[in-house]
């Protein structure tokens, strides 16, 4: 199986450095396409493309990880998977892997997390996917969410194609995890967004708005993803990305709208 390994934080981030090293011990054959820069936040949008059309790509030596090909791309992670499967890095992959992402991606803000983003347009592509994201403090412990991402990728290579999951670790040693749990998507993560005022815009002719994340002391559902690794739990959940629900009457009404005004 091929995997590709991306992220939202730049090639050049650790975490990503840590994750393709444990895919590589899976024994599957990695290749590693990330944005050349930070792309936090950038869902699964594909960016501007060049004047041309072309995409920016430029191949990168990694750390510790001799024999493992390494692109960075100019554009958000989302661009780097549709490349990745349309060819651009060589044999399309069988499965993307994203991720360590510093900080946690629960709650339904994971809509716009670049991070969980690559793996939904991995599913968009036809192939599965798991987002990887650890919390962070002064020491990021990389190997207990790599150790689990190897577990996670295990299980994923026998299931159906386009099966999507997220994993959240709490930042502690693997053996400090008090184990891994499937959880629901909490109404937001752990921390919440406001908007202040901000300074007045450079040219004066207007105002900005200032947009702060704050931790929050909101009772979550204690099976929620959020809370899970609050409490020292990993948290996995298994995500979707566009697709159609069941049918609903809006066609006959929109149909007998157009009728009637015609």
């Given at each position: 199986m091929r995997l590709l390994v991306t992220n939202d934080d730049g090639i050049h981030a650790p975490g990503i450095h840590a994750l393709a090293r444990?895919?590589?011990?899976?024994?599957h054959e990695v290749v590693v396409a990330?944005?050349?820069d930070d792309m936090?936040?950038?869902g699964a949008a594909l960016g501007a493309f060049s004047v041309d059309g072309t995409i920016?790509?430029?191949?990168?030596?990694?750390?510790?990880?001799?024999?493992v090909p390494g692109f960075e791309v100019v554009?958000?992670?989302?661009?780097?998977v549709m490349a990745a499967r349309l060819g651009g890095f060589g044999e399309p992959p069988d499965l993307v892997v994203s991720g360590i992402n510093p900080g946690a991606n629960t709650g339904r803000a994971t809509l716009h997390s670049g991070t969980v983003g690559a793996v939904l347009t991995g599913g968009n592509f036809g192939v599965s996917g798991l987002a990887v994201s650890i919390g962070v403090d002064e020491h990021i412990h990389w190997d207990t969410a790599g150790e689990l991402a190897i577990g996670a990728v295990?299980?994923?290579?026998?299931?159906?194609?386009r099966t999507l999951l997220n994993l959240n670790v709490p930042?502690?040693?693997?053996?400090?995890?008090?184990g891994v749990r499937w959880g629901s998507l909490a109404p937001f993560g752990t921390v919440r967004a406001f908007l202040v005022d901000g300074p007045a815009s450079p040219d004066g002719s207007g105002r900005t708005l200032q947009m702060e994340l704050r931790e929050h002391n909101e009772k979550l559902p204690e099976d929620s993803d959020t809370a899970l690794v609050r409490d020292g739990y990993a948290s996995i959940t298994s995500i979707v990305g566009?697709?159609?629900?069941?049918?609903?009457?809006?066609?006959?009404?929109?149909e007998a709208h157009l009728f009637s005004v015609r």
């Open positions: 444990a895919m590589a011990r899976t024994g990330a944005p050349r936090t936040g950038y920016d790509v430029a191949e990168v030596d990694l750390p510790g990880l001799d024999g554009g958000p992670p989302a661009l780097c295990t299980w994923l290579a026998d299931r159906p194609s930042n502690v040693a693997l053996d400090e995890l008090k566009i697709r159609a629900t069941e049918p609903v009457p809006v066609a006959d009404h929109l």
